[in-house]
């Protein structure tokens, strides 16, 4: 079964989406969700999708940043179990940023907008990731790659294909930015399989 087609960058935790969903978010987040197992998100199609982002400035990643933003994407998660479970449509609390800046900051952040700008740098190179080969081929590749796939599926129903492809579509038009820092590329590979299993348990 295909994954849900996502949009080139950032996959928004779900205390994110809450937030930015719920409220106006200041800071540099996120651009738009990806389209393979291992980057971004998209809602679920039943559910609003938050509202864009500014596309995060590209900067150049370091071990350290990668390993944070993988422990604290758990507390991150936790954080939107908690005030998400079985509540959809509800508002974000008003305390809701300040606790989205205290995780980031136990994890070495300035700040939650700070933890965005890496983890949009983070997703927007594992966009151009083959899940298959777990090598880099680029974002423009990896949408051919599964717009292929989805033509080829007999099994998937009809509505299903066309929503799908007609996303797919769309993200070829309006592609992700060129990668400014191509050492971040070896460095996401070496954090790819534990970037993926991240970024499958948000779908």
């Given at each position: ?29 996120f651009a738009q969700a990806k389209q393979q197992p291992a980057p971004a998100k998209q809602a679920p199609a039943k559910e609003a999708a938050p509202a864009q982002a500014p596309q995060a400035k590209q900067m150049a990643l370091t071990d350290k ?139």
């Amino acid at each position: 079964m295909h994954a849900v087609v996502r949009s080139p960058i950032a996959a928004l935790t779900v205390a994110a989406a809450f937030v930015l969903a719920g409220a106006t978010f200041s800071g540099p987040a996120f651009a738009q969700a990806k389209q393979q197992p291992a980057p971004a998100k998209q809602a679920p199609a039943k559910e609003a999708a938050p509202a864009q982002a500014p596309q995060a400035k590209q900067m150049a990643l370091t071990d350290k940043q990668i390993e944070a933003v993988l422990a604290a994407q758990k507390d991150y998660d936790e954080l939107g179990s908690q005030h998400m479970a079985d509540k959809p449509g509800a508002k974000a609390p008003p305390n809701m940023l300040g606790k989205l800046d205290d995780i980031a900051k136990k994890h070495g952040f300035a700040n939650y907008a700070d933890f965005a700008i890496v983890q949009s740098n983070i997703e927007l190179v594992m966009s151009g990731f083959d899940p298959k080969t777990k090598t880099y081929v680029g974002p423009e590749a990896v949408l051919k790659q599964q717009l292929a796939e989805i033509q080829a599926d007999k099994k998937m129903p009809a509505a299903e294909k066309k929503e799908a492809l007609a996303d797919l579509n769309q993200a070829l038009k309006t592609p992700p930015p060129a990668l400014e820092y191509k050492a971040n590329i070896d460095l996401v590979g070496k954090y790819y399989d534990k970037l993926a299993a991240m970024m499958k348990e948000d779908e």
